[in-house]
């Protein structure tokens, strides 16, 4: 296994370090495998790795596994990673995603206030912040060649059949969160998905080998 950083914030670290991958049945691990292999393939050949996450809206489930994949890639000391999410369809950031990742201690700051507004998530001290903020898969700020799209939500995976540029197209769907909004357990539910989220994403990126 790659050799951990430790210039991650401290409260982020603690949510890491209560992760537990045992919990992830083997019939996700099968899902989960081929983004691993994607990503050893390239780490194994000194290539960079891009990983586009897509879900219809690119406001919730994409989001989280970008914020959550970076963040990991840092953590396992995983060099050249560049993570960023998109949508068959722009529209904003919910603001409850945001919220989560600031309860686990990511750092939060909107730069932007439109109807679509520009976040910027810090998960490090020394490490430039991600930008967060819904966008078409193929924005101009999404890579257009070399990536592998990870399909987070079934109707983005049934309506993107084909990602023009994708070296590699892989479903790796999660509940959406979207279903507790307005509800006394909303809170609860983001977090219990993001949590899923990130540590699936420790299972992948701990058996990466340098």
Not at 185 to 205: D, G, M, P
């Amino acid at each position: 296994m790659i050799t951990t950083k430790t210039t991650l914030f401290s409260e982020i670290k603690n949510v890491i370090k209560e992760l537990n991958p045992q919990t992830i049945s083997e019939e996700r691990k099968a899902v989960l495998q081929p983004l691993t292999d994607f990503i050893q393939s390239k780490v194994s050949n000194h290539q960079e790795i891009r990983i586009n996450f897509i879900c219809t809206h690119n406001s919730r489930r994409s989001h989280l596994s970008q914020v959550w994949a970076q963040t990991m890639a840092h953590y396992f000391n995983i060099k050249n990673v560049f993570c960023y999410s998109g949508g068959t369809e722009a529209t904003a950031l919910f603001p409850m995603v945001a919220e989560t990742l600031q309860n686990s201690g990511f750092q939060i700051r909107i730069i932007s206030k439109t109807e679509n507004p520009v976040y910027s998530i810090k998960y490090a001290e020394n490490e430039h912040p991600i930008l967060g903020f819904s966008k078409k898969l193929d924005d101009d700020f999404n890579p257009k060649s070399g990536f592998v799209a990870i399909m987070t939500c079934d109707s983005a995976n049934e309506a993107c059949p084909f990602v023009p540029g994708a070296e590699k197209r892989i479903p790796i769907t999660f509940e959406d969160p979207k279903a507790f909004d307005n509800t006394p357990q909303q809170a609860e539910k983001y977090h219990e998905r993001s949590l899923q989220i990130a540590n699936e994403l420790f299972y992948v990126f701990s058996q990466i080998k340098a």
